[in-house]
C-alpha cells in the first residue's frame, strides 16, 4: 500500500471515499442506529436537546440503545427543548423512575436532562453554549462543554459526557457533533457557528480496527490521540469535510450485508 502522503494516493483514495459515501450515505442505510431519532424533530432547538440524549446513550448493544433513548424521549414529550426548560429534576424523576442504561443509573439520566435544562436557561441553546468556549481549538471547545454542562448538573464529570483532557477520544460528543454541524442525506445538521472542516472522527473500536488497515491509523488504541492523528488523514483527503466518510465506513461490520472483509477488498482492488 502507498503510503498516504504521497498526491495520488490521495487523489485515489478521495475516489475510493467518494465511492463509498455515494453508495452508502444514504437514510436507508441508518437504522437501526441512535441518529434515527432526530429525523422526528424538525425544530433545531428540539434537535440538539435529542442529539445529545441520543449520543450520551449510544454505547452497548444497540437494541438496548433505541430502547433507552425512546424511554427518554417518551418521558420530554414531542417538545423536548421546551420541557426541559420548564421541568426540575423531580419532574424527570417521576417520569423515569427505575430507568437504567448500562452504566447509568435514573440518577444520572436526571442529572443529564436536568443540566440540559439549565444550559437551555443559561444561554439558550446547546449550540450557543458549546460556540461560547469554542476559539478554532475544538478539543478545547469540547473540553469547555462538558465543563460547563457538568457544572449545570452540579457535578465534576458525567459518563454520558466525557472530557478531552482524560485521553478519552469523546466518540460520542463527537458523534453529536457531526449529526448537528454537517447536513446531507444522513446527518440532520441544525448548527450554523461551526464548520464541518472543523469536526474530530467519532473513534470507536470499529473505526478503529478499520482505518488502521487501511493505512490511516499508526496509534496503538483507540484514544484522543489516534482520534487526532485519524481527523489529520481525512483532512489530507477531504479537507473542508474529514468526518464526511464517517457513516458510510461504519456501515462495514454493523450491517449484516456489509463485511469489514468486503470494505478491504474493494480497497485494495481500486488502489
Not at 35 to 62: H, K
Request: proline residues 5%; negative net charge.
Amino acid at each position: 500500500m502507498k503510503p498516504l502522503e504521497e498526491s495520488p494516493a490521495r487523489i485515489a483514495s478521495r475516489e475510493i471515499f467518494e465511492k463509498i459515501y455515494d453508495d452508502y450515505n444514504r437514510r436507508i442505510y441508518v437504522s437501526p442506529d441512535p441518529l434515527q431519532f432526530l429525523y422526528d424533530y424538525e425544530e433545531t432547538a428540539d434537535r440538539e436537546v435529542v442529539g445529545l440524549i441520543a449520543s450520551g446513550l449510544a454505547y452497548g448493544r444497540v437494541a438496548q440503545i433505541l430502547k433507552s433513548v425512546k424511554r427518554v424521549l417518551d418521558a420530554l414529550g414531542p417538545r423536548p427543548a421546551e420541557y426541559l426548560r420548564n421541568s426540575a429534576r423531580r419532574d424527570h424523576e417521576e417520569k423515569l423512575g427505575g430507568f437504567v442504561h448500562r452504566f447509568t443509573d435514573c440518577g444520572e439520566m436526571c442529572g443529564f436532562l436536568t443540566a440540559i435544562g439549565e444550559a437551555l436557561r443559561r444561554c439558550g441553546s446547546l449550540e450557543e453554549l458549546f460556540i461560547s468556549g469554542y476559539n478554532g481549538d475544538m478539543s478545547a471547545a469540547m473540553e469547555n462543554f462538558a465543563d460547563t454542562f457538568n457544572r449545570c448538573a452540579g457535578r465534576d464529570n458525567m459518563f454520558l459526557l466525557p472530557r478531552p483532557s482524560k485521553g478519552s477520544a469523546c466518540k460520542r460528543m463527537a458523534l453529536f457533533l457531526r449529526w448537528m454541524v454537517r447536513r446531507d442525506d444522513v446527518d440532520p445538521g441544525g448548527w450554523r457557528g461551526i464548520s464541518p472542516a472543523e469536526l474530530l472522527i467519532p473513534l470507536d473500536t470499529h473505526m478503529f480496527n478499520i482505518t488502521t488497515t487501511l493505512g490511516l491509523c499508526r496509534s496503538k488504541s483507540a484514544n484522543g490521540k489516534a482520534a487526532a492523528e485519524i481527523t489529520e488523514n481525512f483532512k489530507e483527503i477531504c479537507p473542508e469535510d474529514p468526518v464526511k466518510y464517517d457513516f458510510a465506513l461504519t456501515r462495514y461490520g454493523i450491517r449484516e450485508e456489509m463485511t469489514v472483509e468486503e470494505l478491504f477488498a474493494k480497497w485494495h482492488l481500486e488502489r
